[in-house]
Structures are given as C-alpha cells and as structure tokens.
C-alpha cells in the first residue's frame, strides 16, 4: 500500500539554525501539506500546497517557513531561523485532488526539538 | 472562524460500546472527518461525513447533523488496541485544509 515517507524522524538543532524537513507524498497525489503538533497540543494546519505553489497557508506560516517540490518525489520544509517554540512534530500529508471530502494521507512525521 | 469541542478523555471497557461526541461552529462546512491517532505516530482516517446521517464502516461508524453542528464516532467490541485519541476534524476552504479539534483519548480497560 502507497504511503507517505517523512525524514528525519527525529532532528535535534540549536535555535537559531535552519531547518530542511522531507517528505514523500504518494506518487499520484497532486495536493500536499504540511501540519505540526506541539506536544499536548491539537495538529495545526501550516499550508497547502499545489502545482508548484502554496494555495493556503496558516499565520503560523510566517517569513520563516517556505516550502517546495524539488523534484517530482520530493516535498520539503525549511524553517530559516528555529526558535524554540518551533519544537514540535512536523507532519506531512498528501491528497489525490485536494478536493472536498478527499481523504489527507499522513506521514509518520519528524520530531524537531529546538535547543 | 471555526471551533471543535469533544471530550478530553474517556474510558471505556474492552467489548463495549462507545460514543464520542463533536460539536462544531464553522463559517465553511466541507465535510466532517474522524482520524484516530496513537500517540507519537500520525492520524490516520476513519471516516467522513459531509451528509446528515449515519456511515459506517466495520466497528466503527461516525453520524452527522449539520444543523446541529454535531458529529458522534461510535466505536464497537472495543478492542485493547483501540485505545488512542480521536480527533474530530472539520475539512475547511477551497484547498482541503483540515481543522484538528483537540482530541478525545480513549483508555480501553480490561
């Protein structure tokens, strides 16, 4: 069965660094995202992203956050400049179409600490 | 904006029958979900509703009322391994966003 690939599992890095985290969506999946959960905490949607653009994006996803696709497996996230309030689990997360009712398929996720 | 309320916890004994209820306020209704999560691993799909009425699938079936902004998963012959959170979640705009509520964890006891 297809799944969604995340890697690091675990990044530990001084506040202050940057920040490049991968994934893998589903090969035919055309829809991707990118959600965090601090510990304790509710998963929070941080964007969307669709024919090499972002189509939303939340206001935790400031100047410090960009994403891309690379190539044609890969999607990243780089945080510029960690702080430690960015420690938390990074989820990535892909979709057939992105459209109503469409069911998000998650990867296993990457645990950042920030020190 | 949007707003999901559940329980934050419930226990629950092996073989039984739960209910965990959801209560939403949403200015854009795209579709009730339910995932379930483990702790420290991803949510994974349950269901979807996006019409009033019941859907099940297996042991497990979710229920909508999109007038009375509520949802319920039920959840049968509990299992040990069913013990996790679930997490009701509102699919929201244009781009399929979803919107986590906080999360019930479900402790199943012997």
């Known amino acids: 069965e297809p799944e969604v690939t995340q890697t690091p599992s675990h990044q530990v890095t001084q506040m202050g660094q940057e920040v490049i985290l991968r994934c893998v969506p589903i090969?035919?999946?055309?829809?991707f995202y990118w959600y965090r959960q601090i510990l304790g905490q509710k998963v929070e949607f941080l964007v969307s992203?669709?024919?090499?653009?972002?189509?939303?994006k939340s206001e935790i996803f400031d100047d410090q956050f960009s994403v891309e696709r690379p190539d044609g497996s890969n999607f990243t996230l780089k945080i510029r400049s960690t702080k430690l309030e960015d420690s938390a689990m990074y989820f990535c997360?892909?979709?057939?179409?992105?459209?109503?009712?469409?069911?998000?398929?998650f990867g296993p996720g990457t645990r950042l600490l920030v020190l | 904006g949007q707003n999901i309320d559940q329980p934050t916890e419930m226990t629950a004994t092996e073989g039984a029958i739960v209910q965990i209820n959801c209560t939403y306020q949403?200015?854009?209704?795209?579709?009730l979900f339910w995932y379930q999560q483990h702790a420290g691993e991803a949510p994974t799909f349950l269901s979807y509703?996006?019409?009033?009425g019941l859907e099940e699938k297996g042991r497990f079936s979710s229920f909508l009322s999109r007038s009375k902004g509520y949802s319920y998963l039920l959840l049968k012959e509990l299992q040990m391994k069913d013990s996790a959170s679930y997490l009701c979640?509102?699919?929201?705009?244009?781009?399929?966003?979803?919107?986590f509520g906080q999360g019930t964890t479900l402790q199943v006891k012997p």
């Open positions: 979640v509102l699919g929201s705009g244009n781009t399929g966003k979803l919107i």
């Open positions: 997360a892909s979709s057939g179409s992105g459209s109503r009712g469409e069911t998000q398929y």
């Open positions: 090969s035919n999946h055309l829809y």
């Open positions: 992203f669709y024919n090499n653009e972002i189509s939303e």
């Open positions: 509703n996006v019409l009033d």
């Open positions: 949403t200015s854009g209704f795209n579709g």
